[in-house]
C-alpha cells in the first residue's frame, strides 16, 4: 500500500533524497509500532547489527514522512466509515442474576439491598 503513495517524480524511494533504502525506512516504522521499540533503541541496533549510524532525530524524520504519504489513506478510510450506514446501540447494565424482565440498576456502596442485589453489586 505504501508504494502506491510514492511520488511521481522519484518513484524509487518513499522519501525523497534519502540515503536510506525503503526497507530500512519501512522496518523503522513498523518497529517502532508494531514492535513497541523506541525510535533510540532502534538507532544503537542498526549501529550494532548494520555498522549504520543514524541519529534519531533522522528516524523521526522518516516516521513522520512515512505518516504524510499516509494521509491520502486516513483521509479515504474516513470517508468510508462515514459514508456507511450504523446502529446505535443501546447498552444495558444487567448481570447474571437479572431476572428475564428488564430492571433498571444502579451501583451501590456497603451492604444496604438484599442479598440477591448485593450479591451482584446492584440494587432493585
Known amino acids: 500500500m505504501l508504494f502506491r503513495l510514492i511520488s511521481v517524480s522519484d518513484p ?6 534519502c540515503l ?4 530500512i525506512v519501512i ?10 521499540t523506541p525510535l533510540c533503541r532502534q538507532s544503537l541496533i542498526l549501529e550494532r547489527d548494520i555498522g549504520l549510524e543514524v541519529s534519531r532525530a533522522k528516524l523521526d524524520g522518516w516516521v513522520l ?3 504524510e504519504l499516509l494521509i491520502p489513506m486516513v483521509a479515504a478510510m474516513r470517508r468510508e466509515l462515514m ?4 446502529r446505535r446501540m443501546k447498552l444495558r ?6 431476572k428475564a424482565e428488564e430492571r433498571t440498576t444502579e ?3 456497603g451492604s444496604t439491598a438484599d442479598p440477591e442485589g448485593a450479591w451482584c ?4
Open 12 to 17: 524509487g524511494r518513499l522519501i525523497e533524497k
Open 20 to 23: 536510506a533504502s525503503n526497507r
Open 27 to 36: 522496518d523503522t516504522v513498523i518497529s517502532k509500532y508494531c514492535n513497541h
Open 65 to 67: 514522512k512515512v505518516g
Open 83 to 86: 459514508s456507511g450506514t450504523y
Open 93 to 98: 447494565s444487567m448481570c447474571i442474576c437479572a
Open 107 to 109: 451501583p451501590i456502596c
Open 121 to 124: 453489586s446492584t440494587s432493585v
